[in-house]
Protein backbone atom coordinates (compact mmCIF):
# COMPACT_ATOMS: atom_id res chain seq x y z
CA UNK A 1 0.00 0.00 0.00
CA UNK A 2 1.51 3.13 -1.09
CA UNK A 3 1.54 5.91 1.69
CA UNK A 4 0.01 9.32 0.61
CA UNK A 5 1.93 12.75 1.45
CA UNK A 6 0.91 16.05 1.75
CA UNK A 7 2.34 18.24 -0.54
CA UNK A 8 0.92 21.82 -0.02
CA UNK A 9 -0.52 22.65 3.34
CA UNK A 10 -2.94 25.83 4.38
CA UNK A 11 -2.29 27.53 1.31
CA UNK A 12 -4.53 30.72 1.27
CA UNK A 13 -3.36 33.57 -1.53
CA UNK A 14 -4.78 36.17 -3.55
CA UNK A 15 -3.53 37.44 -6.53
CA UNK A 16 -5.10 40.56 -7.75
CA UNK A 17 -5.86 42.02 -11.97
CA UNK A 18 -2.75 43.38 -13.53
CA UNK A 19 -0.76 41.37 -10.51
CA UNK A 20 2.82 40.14 -11.60
CA UNK A 21 2.78 37.87 -8.75
CA UNK A 22 5.61 35.18 -8.17
CA UNK A 23 6.44 31.99 -6.45
CA UNK A 24 9.70 31.46 -5.38
CA UNK A 25 10.88 28.49 -3.39
CA UNK A 26 14.05 25.99 -4.02
CA UNK A 27 13.35 23.03 -6.10
CA UNK A 28 10.60 20.50 -4.55
CA UNK A 29 9.06 23.51 -2.32
CA UNK A 30 6.10 22.96 -4.02
CA UNK A 31 5.50 25.81 -5.68
CA UNK A 32 5.16 24.51 -9.63
CA UNK A 33 1.98 22.44 -7.93
CA UNK A 34 0.22 25.31 -6.77
CA UNK A 35 0.53 26.89 -10.50
CA UNK A 36 -0.63 23.52 -11.60
CA UNK A 37 -3.83 24.06 -9.39
CA UNK A 38 -4.15 27.63 -10.27
CA UNK A 39 -4.34 26.67 -13.54
CA UNK A 40 -6.68 23.88 -13.27
CA UNK A 41 -4.03 20.72 -14.37
CA UNK A 42 -4.58 19.58 -11.30
CA UNK A 43 -7.60 19.42 -8.41
CA UNK A 44 -6.75 19.92 -4.72
CA UNK A 45 -8.14 17.49 -2.74
CA UNK A 46 -9.82 19.95 0.64
CA UNK A 47 -10.53 23.44 0.01
CA UNK A 48 -11.66 25.68 -3.18
CA UNK A 49 -9.65 27.89 -5.96
CA UNK A 50 -11.23 30.91 -7.35
CA UNK A 51 -10.16 31.83 -10.75
CA UNK A 52 -11.27 35.41 -12.51
CA UNK A 53 -13.77 35.58 -9.03
CA UNK A 54 -15.45 32.40 -9.70
CA UNK A 55 -15.24 28.61 -8.26
CA UNK A 56 -12.54 26.61 -10.55
CA UNK A 57 -13.91 22.78 -10.67
CA UNK A 58 -14.49 19.82 -13.08
CA UNK A 59 -18.22 22.19 -13.65
CA UNK A 60 -16.52 25.37 -14.36
CA UNK A 61 -12.90 24.54 -15.77
CA UNK A 62 -13.51 24.70 -19.50
CA UNK A 63 -14.97 28.29 -19.45
CA UNK A 64 -12.72 29.82 -17.04
CA UNK A 65 -9.41 28.31 -18.25
CA UNK A 66 -10.01 29.29 -21.74
CA UNK A 67 -9.02 32.80 -20.53
CA UNK A 68 -5.73 32.01 -19.54
CA UNK A 69 -2.10 30.44 -20.89
CA UNK A 70 0.47 28.76 -19.87
CA UNK A 71 4.20 29.39 -20.63
CA UNK A 72 6.55 26.41 -20.18
CA UNK A 73 10.02 26.24 -19.25
CA UNK A 74 10.87 24.64 -21.80
CA UNK A 75 8.83 25.88 -24.47
CA UNK A 76 6.45 23.30 -26.06
CA UNK A 77 6.84 23.82 -29.13
CA UNK A 78 6.05 21.18 -32.39
CA UNK A 79 8.86 20.99 -34.26
CA UNK A 80 6.89 19.90 -37.13
CA UNK A 81 5.34 22.99 -37.26
CA UNK A 82 6.45 26.02 -38.32
CA UNK A 83 6.44 29.58 -36.20
CA UNK A 84 3.23 31.25 -37.27
CA UNK A 85 1.56 27.24 -36.97
CA UNK A 86 2.88 26.85 -33.44
CA UNK A 87 1.66 30.47 -33.01
CA UNK A 88 -2.52 29.59 -34.09
CA UNK A 89 -2.49 26.50 -32.58
CA UNK A 90 -4.77 27.17 -29.63
CA UNK A 91 -6.99 28.77 -31.85
CA UNK A 92 -6.91 25.59 -34.52
CA UNK A 93 -7.77 23.52 -30.94
CA UNK A 94 -10.49 25.69 -29.70
CA UNK A 95 -11.82 26.80 -33.00
CA UNK A 96 -10.55 26.67 -36.34
CA UNK A 97 -7.92 29.01 -38.44
CA UNK A 98 -9.25 31.43 -39.89
CA UNK A 99 -7.69 34.63 -41.82
CA UNK A 100 -7.93 37.18 -38.62
CA UNK A 101 -6.02 34.45 -36.98
CA UNK A 102 -3.25 34.37 -38.90
CA UNK A 103 -2.91 38.13 -39.05
CA UNK A 104 -3.04 38.08 -35.43
CA UNK A 105 -0.35 35.86 -35.39
CA UNK A 106 1.72 37.51 -37.30
CA UNK A 107 1.13 40.97 -35.24
CA UNK A 108 2.57 38.81 -32.19
CA UNK A 109 5.10 37.71 -33.96
CA UNK A 110 6.22 41.83 -34.85
CA UNK A 111 5.24 42.77 -30.81
CA UNK A 112 7.66 39.88 -29.43
CA UNK A 113 10.63 40.96 -32.19
CA UNK A 114 10.27 38.75 -34.47
CA UNK A 115 9.12 39.65 -37.90
CA UNK A 116 9.62 37.90 -40.61
CA UNK A 117 10.16 34.51 -38.40
CA UNK A 118 6.70 33.27 -39.40
CA UNK A 119 7.79 30.34 -42.27
CA UNK A 120 11.22 29.44 -39.78
CA UNK A 121 11.75 26.17 -38.39
CA UNK A 122 11.54 25.89 -34.71
CA UNK A 123 14.62 23.58 -34.90
CA UNK A 124 16.46 26.68 -36.21
CA UNK A 125 15.58 28.82 -33.94
CA UNK A 126 17.50 29.96 -30.38
CA UNK A 127 16.18 29.23 -26.81
CA UNK A 128 15.47 33.13 -26.70
CA UNK A 129 13.71 33.21 -29.97
CA UNK A 130 11.65 29.54 -29.28
CA UNK A 131 10.45 31.33 -26.03
CA UNK A 132 9.18 34.36 -27.47
CA UNK A 133 7.55 32.14 -30.08
CA UNK A 134 5.83 30.64 -26.85
CA UNK A 135 5.09 33.88 -25.87
CA UNK A 136 3.20 34.81 -28.85
CA UNK A 137 1.72 31.66 -28.59
CA UNK A 138 0.09 32.70 -25.42
CA UNK A 139 -1.29 36.22 -26.40
CA UNK A 140 -3.31 34.38 -29.85
CA UNK A 141 -6.25 33.88 -27.15
CA UNK A 142 -6.33 37.31 -25.72
CA UNK A 143 -6.18 35.56 -22.21
CA UNK A 144 -6.69 37.56 -18.95
CA UNK A 145 -3.90 35.46 -17.04
CA UNK A 146 -0.47 34.09 -18.16
CA UNK A 147 0.49 31.59 -16.15
CA UNK A 148 4.69 31.35 -16.43
CA UNK A 149 6.59 28.15 -15.13
CA UNK A 150 10.04 28.70 -15.04
CA UNK A 151 10.38 30.78 -18.20
CA UNK A 152 13.75 31.57 -18.32
CA UNK A 153 15.74 28.76 -16.27
CA UNK A 154 16.55 27.17 -20.05
CA UNK A 155 18.28 30.34 -21.13
CA UNK A 156 21.32 32.39 -20.75
CA UNK A 157 21.36 35.90 -18.89
CA UNK A 158 20.85 38.22 -21.92
CA UNK A 159 17.79 36.13 -22.94
CA UNK A 160 16.48 36.01 -19.71
CA UNK A 161 16.69 39.96 -19.89
CA UNK A 162 14.67 39.87 -22.90
CA UNK A 163 12.36 37.64 -21.72
CA UNK A 164 11.48 39.55 -18.52
CA UNK A 165 11.25 42.84 -20.71
CA UNK A 166 8.82 41.19 -23.08
CA UNK A 167 6.62 39.83 -20.01
CA UNK A 168 6.72 43.26 -18.37
CA UNK A 169 5.52 44.94 -21.88
CA UNK A 170 2.52 42.54 -21.87
CA UNK A 171 1.10 43.41 -18.59
CA UNK A 172 1.14 47.00 -19.40
CA UNK A 173 0.10 46.88 -22.81
CA UNK A 174 -2.47 44.32 -22.32
CA UNK A 175 -2.69 45.12 -18.53
CA UNK A 176 -2.90 40.80 -18.27
CA UNK A 177 -2.41 39.07 -14.93
CA UNK A 178 0.85 37.38 -15.13
CA UNK A 179 1.97 34.47 -12.19
CA UNK A 180 5.31 33.30 -12.03
CA UNK A 181 7.13 29.98 -10.67
CA UNK A 182 10.92 30.71 -10.33
CA UNK A 183 13.63 29.41 -7.59
CA UNK A 184 15.58 32.44 -9.16
CA UNK A 185 15.04 35.23 -6.52
CA UNK A 186 16.70 37.80 -9.11
CA UNK A 187 13.87 37.13 -11.38
CA UNK A 188 11.23 37.30 -9.49
CA UNK A 189 13.14 41.05 -8.24
CA UNK A 190 13.42 42.00 -11.42
CA UNK A 191 9.81 41.51 -12.50
CA UNK A 192 7.46 40.87 -9.61
CA UNK A 193 4.98 43.45 -7.78
CA UNK A 194 4.14 40.95 -5.15
CA UNK A 195 6.08 37.35 -3.95
CA UNK A 196 5.02 34.44 -2.10
CA UNK A 197 7.46 32.63 -0.73
CA UNK A 198 7.21 28.96 -0.60
CA UNK A 199 9.01 26.50 1.63
CA UNK A 200 8.13 22.64 2.44
CA UNK A 201 4.66 22.74 0.84
CA UNK A 202 3.53 26.35 2.80
CA UNK A 203 3.71 29.81 2.67
CA UNK A 204 6.52 31.41 4.62
CA UNK A 205 5.49 35.02 3.30
CA UNK A 206 4.06 37.36 1.49
CA UNK A 207 6.28 40.40 0.17
CA UNK A 208 5.36 43.42 -1.58
CA UNK A 209 8.03 44.02 -3.70
CA UNK A 210 9.56 47.56 -5.80
CA UNK A 211 9.76 46.09 -9.35
CA UNK A 212 12.31 46.98 -11.20
CA UNK A 213 11.87 49.19 -14.45
CA UNK A 214 14.02 46.89 -16.68
CA UNK A 215 15.50 49.43 -18.65
CA UNK A 216 19.31 49.37 -18.00
CA UNK A 217 21.11 48.29 -20.59
CA UNK A 218 22.74 45.04 -18.62
CA UNK A 219 20.72 42.13 -17.07
CA UNK A 220 22.96 42.61 -13.74
CA UNK A 221 21.99 46.59 -14.06
CA UNK A 222 18.36 45.45 -14.25
CA UNK A 223 18.66 43.39 -10.84
CA UNK A 224 20.70 45.54 -9.17
CA UNK A 225 19.13 48.38 -10.04
CA UNK A 226 16.32 50.33 -7.36
CA UNK A 227 13.64 52.66 -8.25
Do not use: W
Not at 81 to 100: A, H, M, Q, S, Y
Amino acid sequence: MVKKSRVLNNINLSISKNDIFGLVGITGSGKSTILRLMNGFIEPDCGSIKLMGKKLDYKTKYDLVKHTSMIFQNFNLLNNLNVIDNVILPTKLRKGIKKENIKKAKELLSFVGLTNFENANIRTLSGGQKQRVAIARSLITNPKIIFCDEPTSALDEKMSYDVLKLLKDINDEFETTIVLVSHDISVIKALCNRVAIIEDGSIADVITLKTNNLTPVSYKEALLHDE
